[in-house]
């Protein structure tokens, strides 16, 4: 199901910012314009990623420091050893919708 979640210009580029769908919580990440979307929580011990470090393409989960991949959710450093899920995004006449 495709969900309208937010106008483009809400997340800056090189930004995330946390959105709960359908009571899911997600991160949509700007990355040079170009927007993805996946779990906030941290696979490794349910941490908000939403709080932690985006690094270029990586997010750093705020707790113990897992890094994954924000194009395809794969984890990069433990602790954590799950890959997160990623989510199909679109965005029409700037708005973003994303695929859940
Ligand atoms: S909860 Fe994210 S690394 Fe531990």
Do not use: W
Not at 32 to 48: G, I, M, P, R, V
């Amino acid at each position: 199901m495709l969900i309208k979640i937010a106008k483009t210009n809400e997340i800056s580029a090189g930004a995330m910012k946390r959105f709960t769908v359908r009571g899911k919580k997600i991160i949509i990440v700007n990355l040079e314009e170009k927007f993805y979307a996946l779990d906030d929580t941290c696979s490794h011990n349910q941490c908000s990623l939403s709080k932690g470090e985006l690094e270029g393409g990586i997010i750093i989960c705020p707790c113990h420091g897992a890094r994954f991949d924000v194009s395809t959710g794969k984890v990069l450093a433990l602790p954590a050893v799950k890959d997160l899920k990623i989510y199909p995004v679109q965005i029409k006449k700037d708005y973003l919708y994303v695929e859940i």
